[in-house]
């Protein structure tokens, strides 16, 4: 049994002292330029500047709402960190309650993780534009993917803690925006 241990390890140090040489040998390609080419031209989404979008999703709170909104904003990137600012209105309806209108005003920090993904926070402020008057400190995150040079789609969800009038609200929103 030992005979047989020493065997063994003999032969996997031989293997793998044999395959460590050919992991580390570079892959080639030949061309008929004498110029070095990029395998792969990619470049980052270049998440400063401002940006506009429109965006849908559901408010749930004393009852499910429909949304449809639009926002507006501004990025600025550091590296792989991420700090915005951004405005929305939307419009809610539903089967029961009736329609009205929301605002919210966001801050955003975040990383960004790949070169087009950024991961954020989201934290702010919501007022309900037409009766009740509720208002809503808002908490929460998202994830937002570029798709082109200039378009990015996103998810979000923010809670509302009510702070005058209303009940604790749960938003989930899915959207796209220009950056300018």
Same mark, same amino acid.
């Given at each position: 049994?030992?005979? *047989?241990?020493?065997?063994?390890?003999?032969? #996997?140090?031989?293997? #793998?002292?044999?395959?460590?040489?050919?992991?580390?040998?570079? @892959?080639?390609?030949? @061309?008929?330029?004498?110029?070095? !080419? /990029?395998?792969?031209?990619?470049?980052?989404? $270049?998440?400063?500047?401002? +940006?506009?979008? *429109? +965006?849908?999703?559901?408010?749930?709170?004393?009852?499910?709402?429909?949304?449809?909104?639009?926002?507006?904003?501004?990025?600025?990137?550091? $590296?792989? +960190?991420? !700090?915005?600012?951004?405005?929305?209105?939307?419009? !809610?309806?539903?089967?029961?309650?009736? =329609?009205?209108?929301?605002?919210?005003?966001?801050?955003?920090?975040?990383?960004? @993780?790949?070169?087009?993904?950024?991961?954020?926070?989201? %934290?702010? +402020?919501?007022?309900? !534009?037409?009766?009740?008057? =509720?208002?809503?400190?808002? #908490? %929460?995150?998202?994830?937002? *993917?570029?798709?082109?040079?200039?378009?990015?789609?996103?998810?979000?969800?923010?809670?509302?803690?009510?702070? @005058? %009038?209303?009940?604790?609200? =749960?938003?989930?929103?899915?959207?796209? /925006?220009?950056?300018?």
């Amino acid at each position: 049994m030992r005979r *047989l241990a020493q065997v063994s390890l003999s032969v #996997l140090v031989t293997v #793998l002292a044999v395959n460590s040489g050919s992991a580390a040998d570079d @892959i080639t390609i030949p @061309i008929s330029t004498r110029e070095e !080419l /990029a395998v792969a031209d990619t470049t980052a989404f $270049d998440w400063s500047g401002f +940006y506009a979008g *429109l +965006y849908g999703g559901v408010q749930f709170g004393t009852g499910s709402q429909a949304a449809a909104g639009l926002n507006v904003g501004i990025n600025t990137q550091f $590296d792989f +960190y991420l !700090l915005g600012a951004e405005v929305a209105v939307s419009g !809610l309806a539903d089967d029961g309650a009736g =329609e009205t209108s929301y605002g919210q005003i966001l801050g955003r920090a975040g990383l960004v @993780i790949s070169d087009n993904m950024v991961v954020y926070a989201a %934290g702010g +402020y919501g007022i309900d !534009l037409g009766p009740p008057s =509720e208002e809503d400190i808002l #908490l %929460g995150g998202g994830v937002e *993917l570029s798709v082109t040079d200039s378009v990015s789609v996103r998810a979000q969800y923010l809670h509302g803690f009510p702070t @005058i %009038g209303g009940s604790p609200k =749960e938003q989930i929103t899915f959207g796209a /925006a220009y950056h300018f």
